[in-house]
């Protein structure tokens, strides 16, 4: 995986799209749980679950159908009356699916690991995409204090943070200009 860090990113990057301004905070928290909440599925290395099953590291969690159920109960659980106006509901499913499925793509993205179940539960072959320039991050703190950990936080630095946030600074001043 990217740092966490990295991932939170992503629902800065995109929530010019979706700002409710009367609730932004509470919206990028969300976001921000959204993009990382997919790993904790290393929970299930304790479990004995292995890295390849469906239930494993990068498994159910880093999927299309995951990201789909994750935003609805995001929504369930913080926006349930805006489940009554479409035009409020629907907006807010798309940005906590872009961010929970954000996670998945950019761990497709790491040059390390077993690749992500994208289409699971219907197809659970683990996949990366073509382009991979991230590289995968340690899973502890110690591992993070590392020369590897801080080799990785400069490649997520270009490859991650810098285009987030230029993608985020363009749409704020487009949506200023019109
Ligand atoms: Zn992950």
Same mark, same amino acid.
């Given at each position: 995986?990217?740092? /966490?860090?990295?991932?939170?990113? +992503? +629902? ?29 599925? #290393?929970? +299930? ?12 590291? @990068? ?8 990201? #789909? ?30 961010? $929970? ?8 993205? $790491? ?20 382009? @991979? /320039?991230?590289? #995968? ?22 490859? #991650? ?18």
């Amino acid at each position: 995986m990217p740092t /966490p860090f990295a991932h939170i990113w +992503a +629902a800065v990057a995109i929530s010019p799209f979706f700002s409710d301004k009367r609730n932004l905070v509470k919206l990028l928290l969300l976001g921000a749980l959204c993009t990382i909440v997919p790993d904790a599925d #290393v929970i +299930a290395f304790d479990f004995g679950i292995p890295y390849g099953h469906l239930f494993g590291h @990068r498994g159910f969690t880093h999927s299309i159908s995951f990201s #789909v159920l994750f935003s609805l109960l995001i929504i369930g659980l913080f926006y349930r009356d805006s489940f009554a106006n479409r035009k409020i509901w629907l907006p807010l499913f798309i940005y906590f699916f872009l961010c $929970t499925l954000s996670h998945a793509l950019f761990d497709a993205m $790491t040059n390390g690991g077993k690749g992500v179940a994208l289409f699971a539960p219907f197809y659970n072959e683990r996949i990366f995409l073509p382009w @991979r /320039p991230i590289k #995968v991050a340690p899973l502890s703190i110690d591992g993070l204090m590392s020369d590897w950990g801080r080799k990785v936080l400069i490649s997520e630095f270009k490859v #991650v943070w810098i285009p987030c946030i230029l993608f985020w600074l363009t749409v704020l001043g487009l949506k200023r200009v019109r």
